[in-house]
């Protein structure tokens, strides 16, 4: 009879270590990791196009846009995780560490078709425990989809953008066409 193979639990600081040392980037989820996968061409140009236009965007400002290798830590309801986002920005003047945020303002997930249900549900569920996210945005890859969470005064808004609309980042003050989004895999999408 084949046994599971044993789970063993780490702490923050050997996690955080371990992953200075990796090729492969790892998540933490209160005392595991979990190894991540390689992203296709399209989640690539997706993520970007968003952190360049944000970067462009934020140019001169206090906030800094992070892309896919800037964890965030999320430390709420006796849960301690670490997520690798596609997209990230924060404004904190003093982050608590040079590998990770904790107090971004906004966070963009690109959805693949195996990370798409934890992308809209646990890390939802994560993203909006941070008190100082303001929008968390999921864009789909293989489709033209994206989705704002917006968190103000404790309630969570969704608005869906499709083909033709504005996407309104008010956390940092942009607005982004839905077309410009996927303006580099356009052919090769379904609406």
Do not use: W
């Not at 046994?3 to 050997?14: C, G, H, V, W």
């Not at 303001?134 to 869906?160: F, N, P, W």
């Amino acid at each position: 009879m084949a046994l599971a193979p044993e789970k063993i639990q780490i702490s923050i600081t050997e996690y955080l270590e371990g992953e200075k040392h990796t090729d492969v980037k790892h998540e933490y989820d209160n005392g595991f990791v979990v190894a991540m996968v390689g992203a296709s061409r399209s989640h690539n140009l997706i993520a970007l196009t968003l952190a360049t236009e944000l970067k462009r965007h934020l140019k001169g400002k206090p906030c800094r846009t992070y892309i896919s290798d800037m964890k965030v830590r999320i430390h709420a309801k006796g849960s301690d995780l670490f997520y690798y986002p596609d997209v990230m920005v924060s404004c904190d003047d003093q982050p608590p560490s040079d590998y990770y945020e904790d107090k971004p303002i906004l966070i963009i997930e690109v959805l693949s078709p195996t990370t798409e249900t934890r992308d809209k549900l646990e890390k939802l569920s994560a993203y909006i425990n941070i008190p100082s996210v303001k929008q968390y945005l999921t864009v789909a890859q293989d489709r033209v989809e994206v989705h704002c969470y917006s968190m103000t005064d404790g309630s969570t808004q969704l608005i869906q953008y499709q083909d033709g609309d504005t996407v309104e980042l008010s956390s940092v003050g942009l607005s982004l066409s839905v077309k410009d989004i996927y303006s580099d895999i356009a052919g090769k999408l379904s609406s």
